[in-house]
T-cell receptor, first 111, second 107 residues
Framework: SQTIHQWPATLVQPVGSPLSLECTVE??????LYWYRQAAGRGLQLLFY??????ISSEVPQNLSASRPQDRQFILSSKKLLLSDSGFYLC??????????FGSGTRLTVV | KNEVEQSPQNLTAQEGEFITINCSYS?????LHWLQQHPGGGIVSLFM???GKKKHGRLIATINIQEKHSSLHITASHPRDSAVYIC?????????FGTGTRLQVFP
């Protein structure tokens, strides 16, 4: 069966520090992978999506970047965090004509 | 630009009541998703539908493609149903999310 792992669950980081959130998928190959963010009191917003290794599309200009070094690994990074980067980050995967599966999320607080 | 609107934003109910949450979208889609987000933040996919109706336990989701409208119904609601319910339209491989409906069911 397909599963998705996302870590860490919570993270408190100082302003200006780097960030690396990792997401891995099991039980599928060549999935579409997504990073979403949910700011406090707001809906989910698509940050990045990837249809294959090394293929990253950015939806929103921001202080973040994403990479897909392996087929089932998706990484969200920042070189220097801003206060506005605080939020709830969700990784998800999908296959064509199939539903979405979401990771458990990472709650990031930048202090 | 596709927009997704949900109503109501907040909903309270007594245990046992029948619940309806509505979702409207503005452009043609390939599918519509209903998601459930618990207080801890984790999201569970409830339904993906492109036509008609789907049922899973006490949950029923319907969609009217012509009217660009979907509803999520919960029969015999229970306090454990308390969560945020989110609809999302799917066009190609991306989701556009509504802002969610916060449901609280009291015993």
């Amino acid at each position: 069966s397909q599963t998705i792992h996302q870590w860490p669950a919570t993270l408190v980081q100082p302003v200006g520090s780097p960030l690396s959130l990792e997401c891995t998928v099991e039980g599928t190959s060549n999935p579409n992978l997504y990073w979403y963010r949910q700011a406090a009191g707001r809906g989910l917003q698509l940050l990045f999506y990837s249809v294959g290794i090394g293929q990253i599309s950015s939806e929103v200009p921001q202080n973040l970047s994403a990479s897909r070094p392996q087929d089932r690994q998706f990484i969200l990074s920042s070189k220097k965090l801003l206060l506005s980067d605080s939020g709830f980050y969700l990784c998800a995967w999908s296959e064509r004509n199939y539903g979405y599966t979401f990771g458990s999320g990472t709650r990031l607080t930048v202090v | 630009k596709n927009e997704v609107e949900q109503s109501p934003q907040n909903l309270t109910a007594q245990e046992g009541e029948f619940i309806t949450i509505n979702c409207s979208y503005s452009v043609g889609i390939s599918a519509l998703h209903w998601l459930q987000q618990h207080p801890g933040g984790g999201i569970v996919s409830l339904f993906m539908l492109s036509s008609g109706k789907k049922k899973h336990g006490r949950l029923i989701a319907t969609i009217n493609i012509q009217e660009k409208h979907s509803s999520l119904h919960i029969t015999a609601s229970h306090p454990r149903d308390s969560a945020v319910y989110i609809c999302a339209s799917r066009n190609t491989d991306k989701l556009i999310f509504g802002t969610g409906t916060r449901l609280q069911v009291f015993p």
